[in-house]
């Protein structure tokens, strides 16, 4: 990760989080992206990027190991792929740039019913090929961009279940 950002010198859990949806706050230099210049426009790839970085940064903060970053087979993609202790956590990132009234935007609300099954169908073939885990997880980190040196993420441990 060559981007400034990565060296964040501020994580923090906001007060009135549980241990299943942490709010967290992220601030440092370059976290985000230049929200001033209005008439500049992010692709939506750029923006997701910003968003993916700063939760990577959150996990190794929070002493928890990548995997894989944007792992890909023939049915689709995982954000970010992570071992919590013995569970191999499937993550999905949304992220928002946040503007003016925008602060309070829920991004998760993004992973619908389509999402979730990808999911579970990815976590399948992905286990399928490393017997090693047989513990998964599904977690959706929500990004918010809120300036150039700061970011929101509401983390949503086991945000949904295994249906099969």
Not at 7 to 33: H, M, N
Not at 56 to 79: H, K, P, Q, S
Request: net charge negative; with cysteine; hydrophobic share 40%.
């Amino acid at each position: 990760m060559a981007d400034s950002y990565v060296a964040c010198s501020f994580v923090s859990i906001l007060p009135g989080t549980s241990e299943w949806a942490r709010d967290i706050e992220v601030v440092g230099e370059g976290i985000g992206i230049d929200l001033s210049a209005r008439d500049v426009h992010y692709s939506s790839r750029e923006i997701g990027n910003k968003g993916e970085n700063v939760v990577a940064l959150y996990l190794e903060r929070a002493g928890i190991e990548i995997l894989e970053r944007n792992w890909r087979c023939t049915f689709g993609e995982v954000d970010i792929i992570a071992l919590d202790g013995e569970t191999v956590v499937l993550l999905e990132v949304k992220t928002r740039v946040a503007r003016g009234g925008d602060a309070e935007l829920a991004p998760e609300l993004g992973v619908g019913g389509r999402k979730r099954n990808k999911y579970q169908k990815l976590a399948l073939i992905y286990l399928s090929k490393r017997p090693q885990y047989d513990s998964v997880r599904f977690d959706v980190a929500a990004v918010s961009l809120v300036d150039a040196d700061m970011a929101r993420i509401r983390y949503l441990t086991s945000a949904y279940e295994w249906d099969y």
